[in-house]
């Protein structure tokens, strides 16, 4: 006969799971950050992965970029036509894609993308017994599937950063255009008019702490999986869950950090 457990004792269950969760990656992590350190380097690997997660990727980030920079400008302009304060649309529209906009959905794009790739093709390495193929061969699997992995998304994120706030801005223009005529010399001259350093790297290059979380979950999750292609499966969708989860709460604590020792930015 099955006992069946009372609600405090699944919410207590489900509690350390997470804790066990949090610990497990936290433990994957740190190996990856100290085996990144140590010879050899990998280099071909790394531009491999580095053309698979950045260069396959700017189509879709700049197409959300664009679509973004519409949407947000058609927004704008509906909330600031009631205050008269029109000529204020592209700076606006530019401080909100690089400030925060723009980082935070190029993390989320990239988590459902390369995260779910990296999650599914090391499970299937890991079920498939690859894994354990290359560690006869005295490979360093770790390395060579995770650590490439890694500081390859690492390199990658403030470059499609960067695209996804130039496609936004040119969508802003776009948008702009259509509906005052207004200059492309005169859009962009308002756009960053207002914005400094202390906007656009602090907020470039915490994106470098998402593209880490991304693919050290995505491989954690990758090397635990179990249960043949049906774990696969799992692995996958839990890498695109889990990652998008880590860089919300991530980007809260970032975005403190960068209050903290840049205050201009929140002047």
Known sequence: ????????????????????????????????????????????????????????????????????????????????????????IPAGLAIALISETGPLITGLLVAGRVGAG???????????????????????AFKYL????????????????????????????????????????????RSFAYIGYADLIPATLKTIVFGFLIAVVSSHLGFTTSRGTEGVGEASTRSVVMSSMLIIVGDVVLVKLIFFFYPQVSA
């Open 1 to 88: 006969m099955i006992q069946q457990l009372s609600p405090i004792d699944r919410v207590g269950t489900t509690v350390l799971g997470a804790f066990e969760f949090v610990g497990a990656v936290a433990t994957f992590g740190a190996r990856a950050v100290l085996e990144a350190a140590r010879p050899p380097y990998e280099p071909r690997e790394i531009l491999r992965h580095l053309y698979q997660f950045g260069y396959r990727s700017a189509p879709l980030i700049l197409a959300a970029g664009f679509a973004i920079g519409v949407v947000l400008s058609m927004h704008t302009r509906a909330s600031l036509e009631r205050f008269g304060a029109e000529a204020m």
């Open 118 to 140: 990296i999650g599914a093709e090391i499970g299937a390495m890991k079920v498939t017994e690859q894994i354990d193929a290359l560690e006869t061969t005295a490979v360093d």
């Open 146 to 189: 995770a650590v490439t992995r890694i500081l390859a998304l690492m390199m990658a994120m403030p470059l499609l950063t960067i695209m996804m706030d130039f496609s936004g801005i040119v969508g802003g223009y776009v948008a702009e255009a259509v509906v005052s005529g207004m200059s492309w010399q005169q859009y962009f001259e």
